[in-house]
């Protein structure tokens, strides 16, 4: 069957080791999953996780340069953990949740947080400060098969070299089984799907020309300039 023009391009992202590339079918996100960052954003420490997405052409690569978003003046950069899944599921139960990974990368869930506040308190939807044009760095994904299933480790990021965001991938509240089963209760996960799991506190403001630099111990790098 034609189409009326040539559909676009399979968003993707690199896999480490490998000449294949990860196909992005849906960009899931875990909102305040750090007890610290839930309470610097006005959050008590552990309630229900809940979840937002992103474009899969949201998904721009390591060492890309980022372009300011249009009709925000507080940017802010959001360290994350990100699972790629190779095998899906509805209802996953919590136990087998981890043979559901195909790996782990690096994210920065790139935030226009004075609209999300407006639209927090105009009881509004998150799409305009969350699913923006590149507001989804990802760095190549590492196969569990070769770097196994991180459970702890430092996750930082630092912008022109300070420091900014600290912790630790074992203070998730809700952890990387725990996400995978309850997220697979709302939607059937397929491979494709990637998985931010949360951001340490630090969050920040973000200017052009800004170099920012993050990554999980045992995982990866992420780097990227705004522009």
Avoid at 18 to 30: A, E, H, L, Q
Wanted: proline residues 9%; charged residues 20%.
């Amino acid at each position: 069957m034609p189409y009326l023009f040539e559909p676009a391009v399979t968003p993707s992202v690199a896999i480490a080791g490998s000449d294949s590339r990860f196909p992005v079918r849906r960009v899931y996100c875990v909102g305040r999953n750090y007890a610290e960052h839930a309470r610097e954003m006005g959050f008590s420490d552990r309630e229900p996780p809940f979840f937002f997405a992103k474009p899969a052409d949201a998904v721009t690569p390591d060492g890309a340069d980022v372009p300011y978003p249009p009709r925000t003046g507080n940017l802010h950069h959001e360290i994350e953990p990100v699972l790629a899944i190779g095998k899906g599921g509805a209802n996953i139960p919590v136990e087998q949740a981890l043979d559901h990974i195909f790996g782990y990368a690096v994210g920065n869930d790139l935030t226009r947080r004075d609209l999300q506040a407006q639209a927090r308190e105009a009881g509004k939807p998150w799409d305009t400060a969350k699913g923006f044009d590149a507001s989804a760095p990802v760095s190549a994904i590492h196969p569990a098969s070769v770097i196994g299933h991180p459970s702890k480790g430092a996750i930082w990021l630092k912008v022109n070299g300070a420091d900014r965001q600290s912790g630790d991938i074992a203070d998730l509240i809700w952890s990387v089984p725990e996400i995978v089963a309850e997220l697979s209760t709302l939607f059937t996960l397929a491979p494709g799907d990637l998985i931010f799991t949360g951001t340490p506190a630090g969050v920040g403001a973000l200017t052009p020309g800004d170099l920012v630099e993050g990554g999980v111990d045992g995982v990866d790098t992420l780097r990227h300039r705004v522009v």
